[in-house]
């Protein structure tokens, strides 16, 4: 299985609503994370997980919160956002952090889309 | 200035010509990576290179660490290849994030 999978695939809030993205990978990777990207741009890092702790926050505002509850699966919750921060969110997952050495695999992605 | 430049934004092909996507980029680096995203969102990884030049099917990526430059070349285009294709380093001193070019929209027509 060398899946990541994201739920949901479209979600739609409005900015005072509270909403979860979902990411689930079987593949034994110990380092995961969460991209943002805006239409014709390429992904933006937002964090990375390595063995189910937080190693990277690229100063991603407070208004999004990720969480790795175990090595499958990771977690990143909305609250109070903004319209800007419609975009796809990706996931994505590798055995290491080291890029250099593991091979990045992406999910499919959450098209998100605030009012 | 974004370190990674791509070109070209976008490229139109009749189904069975050669393709070529270029990027450059500006520092040293440690490893280029090639990424294909179809519409809809996924992203593939297509190679990794340090050096050299790697071939799988129809496609070939080559990198000239001394010029700064890689290219990606597709061969006998087909519909199916049409996509974003992404070019994204890894620096010599943080192996943990990609630094992306801002892509080539390839649009291969029948």
């Given amino acids: ?115 | 200035k974004n370190e990674v430049e791509q070109s070209p934004q976008n490229l139109t092909a009749q189904e069975g010509e050669f393709i070529t996507i270029n990027c450059s980029y500006s520092v040293g680096i440690s490893a280029l990576h090639w990424l294909q995203q179809h519409p809809g969102g996924g992203i593939v990884s297509l190679f990794m290179l340090s050096s050299g030049k790697k071939k799988h099917g129809r496609l070939i990526a080559t990198i000239n660490i001394q010029e700064k430059h890689s290219s990606l070349h597709i061969t006998a285009s087909h519909p199916r290849d049409s996509a974003v294709y992404i070019c994204a380093v890894l620096l010599p001193y943080n192996f943990n994030k990609f630094y992306f070019g801002s892509g080539t929209k390839l649009n291969v027509k029948p």
């Fill in chain 1, 1 to 115: 299985d060398t899946e990541v999978t994201q739920t949901p695939k479209h979600l739609v809030m409005g900015m005072t609503n509270k909403k979860s993205l979902k990411c689930e990978q079987h593949m034994g990777h110990r380092a995961m994370y969460w991209y943002k990207q805006k239409a014709k741009k390429p992904p933006e890092l937002m964090f990375v997980y390595s063995y189910e702790k937080l190693s990277i926050n690229e100063s991603v505002p407070s208004r999004f919160s990720p969480e790795c509850p175990n090595s499958s699966l990771l977690n990143l919750h909305l609250h109070a956002l903004q319209p800007e921060d419609s975009a796809l969110y990706l996931c994505a997952s590798s055995q290491g952090l080291a890029l250099i050495s593991h091979e990045q695999f992406f999910g499919p992605g959450t098209r998100l889309t605030v009012l």
